[in-house]
């Protein structure tokens, strides 16, 4: 499958890359590895995402070139649809997409539901950035810098800093021969992880007055209420991370955040470690997500939503 | 110097193993991995540390064999200091441990005074863990997954999950071997930086409520006082980490935790990303460390002592 991939590529000479909309590091550096690459094979490239690029992976080298616009798809030999499971993670234009002549898609979520024929799957890869550095090694091609930065990005982003279980020894040897080639391991961690609004700060100080921590359930807590975004001059978004802080906890093995998105209306984004199947809650509620990750959506008042919690955590 | 260090691990046939006061993941994962190495090679082993092995360490294999007290160093054909710029680092023993007829130092640091003939030392080795791992590979040894544990533990605390400027491809293609041969990054993440007491982040909640963040200068700061401290019910080792969350704010360069350590007396710890220098600061008022990390002593109310670090790090 591979070497068929590698084919249209050579063949091609017009190019749409693209990725899932609310677009991640791996999204993104995936994007423009390969974007910089096809550049310098001479080809004729374009990025398109629905979503504009978050702040933080604005230094990704080659960003400024994303459009957020395309018309007439006919134009394009080859495109090269990322890090989607699902043609429609593309957003508005998935349908239109779907008419490029030639697809291809690389991705590594186990839910992929194969939507087209030419495709490098592999749930066992970290990132989808780690499957374009097997896909550029396999066609010889010499990474640039620029290239490597991308590609490193989009692994510790997808690893949370090679910390995931999804970290192997591919994982690493592969970020190895990034850094040997030009990635720069410090400079790429602070642009990634140090690179928040200071609202998120001032939200994070009114989050921790909710800190609950149930040691005998194991269980630790964040509410985030309305109240607090507005008092804070925060939206939800600014809550990426909060739910991995009660797991910081020893003991705690199930980390839950609740965002409060309307009156009695709360989301439930679920973390666990060692063994914990947070997978099972969520689903008991309508939701659904994997084993160390998953969320669901409850109504009613905070209090009664944490017992009904706790109760089918005790069924677990 | 590698071939000597290797002759005398052979030819030696108890060993005494020791590192710093303070232990931290790289002392404890690099005397672990050479006890285990030197068990298996049938040699008599003994790892003595002064001070008790903090509770996130203690999942390191081995760890149950440490002894904190030592008679008689005679019986000791070679002694093996690591983590060590000093011997007095030891700690009360250094004096004693100074006499066993060989010693060997492995260490990483800079500012190493060379206090031994026999020394395998590279300031430019992210951990002592690195060079052990380089060590261990000359031998030929067929590294176990409790040494590859260790010794991942080792790397992955010396350079913040391979976020920090040490970090290079040789760190990175060594952490990718060790996970090879058995080491396991999620448990190991989860064990090192989710172990924290509960207190700590009652303490964090206190903390970030003094969150101070000074764009013009690109400044961020938090205090720890003792007051915040006996009502968390926390003492200051659980501000681990805390100075390193200003920084993560976009725009901020310089990260200063100030701990009180008595009335009108506070400790300093500061942080810098990009070409920011703290140790000029750090210098200016009896204190040092390096360029991204350094600390000093203060004494004077919190406010006089803030405006003189601002006034410091304007003439910068």
Redesign the interface.
């Known amino acids: 499958m591979i070497s068929e991939i590698i084919e249209a590529i050579n063949e091609g000479q017009s190019f749409l890359i693209t990725a899932h909309v609310r677009l991640d590091g791996d999204a993104l550096g995936s994007e423009l590895a390969l974007y910089l690459m096809l550049r310098e094979l001479g080809k004729n490239v374009v990025v398109y995402n629905q979503d504009h690029t978050p702040?933080?992976y604005r230094f990704l080298p080659a960003e400024q070139n994303i459009i957020h616009n395309i018309s007439n798809v006919e134009q394009y030999d080859v495109g090269i649809v990322l890090d989607c499971s699902d043609l429609a993670r593309v957003g508005d234009e998935a349908e239109n997409i779907g008419k490029i002549k030639k697809l291809i898609n690389i991705d590594h979520h186990v839910s992929n539901n194969g939507f087209c024929s030419l495709k490098m799957l592999d749930a066992h890869a970290s990132s989808t950035g780690e499957l374009l550095f097997r896909l550029i090694r396999e066609m010889r091609f010499k990474m640039s810098k620029d290239i490597c930065t991308n590609l490193y990005a989009a692994i510790?982003t997808d690893t949370g800093?090679?910390?995931?279980?999804s970290?192997?020894?591919?994982?690493?040897?592969a970020?190895?021969?990034l850094?040997?080639n030009g990635a720069d391991?410090?400079w790429i961690?602070?642009n990634v992880?140090?690179?928040?609004?200071?609202v998120?700060?001032?939200l994070?100080?009114k989050a921790?007055?909710t800190?609950s921590?149930d040691?005998k359930n194991k269980v630790g807590s964040l509410v985030v209420t309305q109240k607090a975004l507005l008092e804070a001059g925060a939206s939800w978004e600014h809550t990426e991370g909060f739910v991995d802080?009660?797991?910081?906890?020893?003991g705690?093995e199930i980390s839950i955040l609740y965002t409060q998105r309307g009156d009695n209306h709360f989301k439930l984004s679920l973390r666990s470690?060692?063994k914990a199947n947070v997978e099972k809650v969520a689903k008991k509620f309508g939701g659904g997500g994997h084993i160390h990750a998953s969320s669901c959506w409850m109504k009613g008042d905070i209090e009664s939503i944490k017992s009904q919690i706790i109760k089918a955590v005790r069924e677990l």
């Open positions: 702040e933080r510790i800093s090679f910390r995931y279980s970290t192997t020894n591919e994982t690493l040897f970020a190895g021969t850094v040997e391991p410090q961690a602070e992880y140090e690179n928040d609004s200071p998120r700060l001032k994070l100080a921790l007055e800190l921590l040691m802080i009660p797991r910081t906890v020893r705690i470690k060692a």
